[in-house]
Nanobody, 124 residues
Framework: QVRLVESGGGLVQAGGSLRLSCAAS????????MGWFRQVPGKDREFVAA????????YYADSVKGRFAISRDNARNTVTLQMNSLKPEDTAVYYC?????????????????WGQGTQVTVSS
C-alpha cells in the first residue's frame, strides 16, 4: 500500500515562502488527482489545491489563488506546493492526499490516501 510523506513545513514570517513536498512510497503510484488540504484545531480540513496526475489541470481555493502553486516532479514521484506571500491565516497543518476517481476535488472525504501532515506557521 502506498504511503505519502510530506516535508518542508516550518516557521516563516508573513510575506515569506515555503515549499512543501509530498513523496509517494511506490514508483508505480498513479492516482487520478493529488490534493493539498490544511487544518487548524477545531476546524474542518480545508481544500487548498489539487492537480490531475496525468494532465495539466490544477485547482485552487480562492484564498490561495495567485499565491500557491501545485506541481508534480515526475522524476521523484512527488507533488509540491509552492507557497508565496504567506499570511498568518495560512498557518495550519498541511496534508497531501490522493484520490483514485473523478468527483468533487474539494471534498476531502473522497480522498483515500493521506500523508501524516506537516506544520506551517506564519508569524505576523
Amino acid at each position: 500500500q502506498v504511503r505519502l510523506v510530506e516535508s518542508g513545513g516550518g516557521l516563516v514570517q508573513a510575506g515569506g515562502s515555503l515549499r512543501l513536498s509530498c513523496a509517494a512510497s511506490l514508483s508505480t503510484f498513479s492516482p487520478y488527482v493529488m490534493g493539498w488540504f490544511r487544518q487548524v484545531p477545531g476546524k474542518d480540513r480545508e481544500f487548498v489545491a489539487a492537480m490531475h496526475w496525468g494532465a495539466p489541470r490544477t485547482y485552487y481555493a480562492d484564498s490561495v489563488k495567485g499565491r500557491f502553486a501545485i506541481s508534480r516532479d515526475n522524476a521523484r514521484n512527488t507533488v509540491t506546493l509552492q507557497m508565496n506571500s504567506l499570511k498568518p491565516e495560512d498557518t495550519a497543518v498541511y496534508y497531501c492526499a490522493a484520490r483514485y476517481y473523478a468527483g468533487n476535488y474539494y471534498n476531502s472525504n473522497e480522498y483515500r490516501t493521506w500523508g501524516q501532515g506537516t506544520q506551517v506557521t506564519v508569524s505576523s
